[in-house]
Nanobody
Framework: EVQLVESGGGWVQPGGSLRLSCSAS????????MSWVRRAPGKGPEWIAN????????YYKESVKARFTISRDNAKNTLYLQMNSLMPEDSAEYYC?????????????WGQGTQVTCSS
């Protein structure tokens, strides 16, 4: 069974950092492009970043490009999102998903999400 399990979320003050992890199983992780998608209360899903299968190509939503870093360790079947300089508007449920775009991810696999809250 395909599983994606996010972890690492929590509460952080503005300007702080968090590192999200996503442990994958049940599929050939290294052959899949992966993305991070977030969803804030009352809003639709927002694509944040993607990474290709071997980790050599990455793209980011402009608002997070200077602050977030997506990476992966295929030997560990794990996807990461390093989040620095967090702002209140980053508060959302963060999901690890297969695919490189939101449309692809919507028909792909999702984790259960991990909550990120940034507030004073």
């Amino acid at each position: 069974e395909v599983q994606l399990v996010e972890s690492g979320g929590g509460w952080v003050q503005p300007g702080g950092s968090l590192r999200l992890s996503c442990s994958a199983s049940g599929f050939t992780f290294g052959t899949y492009a992966m993305s991070w998608v977030r969803r804030a209360p009352g809003k639709g899903p927002e694509w944040i970043a993607n990474i290709n299968g071997d980790g050599t190509s990455k793209y980011y939503k402009e608002s997070v490009k200077a602050r977030f870093t997506i990476s992966r360790d295929n030997a560990k079947n794990t996807l990461y999102l390093q989040m620095n300089s967090l702002m209140p508007e980053d508060s959302a449920e963060y999901y690890c998903v297969t695919g490189s775009s939101l449309p692809d991810s919507l028909r792909g696999y999702w984790g259960q999400g991990t909550q990120v809250t940034c507030s004073s």
